[in-house]
Structures are given as structure tokens and as C-alpha cells.
Nanobody, 127 residues
Framework: QVQPVESGGGLVQAGGSLRLSCAASGRTFSNYAMGWFRQAPGKEREFVAAISWRGNNTYYADSVKGRFTISRDNAKNMVYLQMNNLKPEDTAVYYC????????????????????WGQGTQVTVSS
């Protein structure tokens, strides 16, 4: 099983950029689709982005499309989330998660199939 560990969060001004990293232990990392989710205070956890095990398919929430980019390096067991043009509403704890099942499109946004989660990293965007 893959165990994700996030890093790279912090405080940034609106319009700025951050790059989140997710280090995933496990020999079979390349067999897992990976996703980023976020949870703001008082709100439910929501989907941000997902990437297929090969990295050739990605899927984004409408709220981040065109601003965020998910990528992965299977040789390093790493997943990244490049976040540009950040907005105050992007403020949340960001979680990296893995899933063993195949997904495509909207199906990648469902939380339940993700079976291993990191502890999260805080992203705060000031206005």
C-alpha cells in the first residue's frame, strides 16, 4: 500500500504560486492513481485534481482548472501540484491520496475510492 506525505504548503499573497509535493512510499507507486483534495474550515473535503498511474490522464475541479497542474514522477515516487494565480478561496488544508482502482474523468473526483491519505499541508492565501 502507498502512504502519501505532503509538503510545500505555506502563506502566499493572492496571485502568487505554490508547489505542493507528495512523497509516496511503496514499491508499487506506479500502479496507483493519485489525487489532491482540500478542506477549508467548516467545509467538506473537496476534490482538486487527479492523475492516472502513467501520468497521461489528468482531471481537475472546475474551480482550479487553468490555474493548477498535477504531475507525477514515478521514478521518484512523487506527485506534485503546481498552484498558480492563487486566490483567498484556495485557502485550505491540502491532502494527497492514492487509489488502486482505475478512474476517468468525473469518477476520479469521488473520495471513497481513495484508500490512503496523507496528513495534509496548510495553504493560506492572503488578499
Amino acid at each position: 500500500q502507498v502512504q502519501p506525505v505532503e509538503s510545500g504548503g505555506g502563506l502566499v499573497q493572492a496571485g502568487g504560486s505554490l508547489r505542493l509535493s507528495c512523497a509516496a512510499s511503496g514499491r508499487t507507486f506506479s500502479n496507483y492513481a493519485m489525487g489532491w483534495f482540500r478542506q477549508a474550515p467548516g467545509k467538506e473535503r473537496e476534490f482538486v485534481a487527479a492523475i492516472s498511474w502513467r501520468g497521461n490522464n489528468t482531471y481537475y475541479a472546475d474551480s482550479v482548472k487553468g490555474r493548477f497542474t498535477i504531475s507525477r514522477d514515478n521514478a521518484k515516487n512523487m506527485v506534485y501540484l503546481q498552484m498558480n494565480n492563487l486566490k483567498p478561496e484556495d485557502t485550505a488544508v491540502y491532502y494527497c491520496a492514492s487509489r488502486r482502482t482505475y478512474c476517468i474523468g468525473y469518477g476520479c473526483s469521488e473520495i471513497l475510492p481513495y484508500d490512503s491519505w496523507g496528513q495534509g499541508t496548510q495553504v493560506t492565501v492572503s488578499s
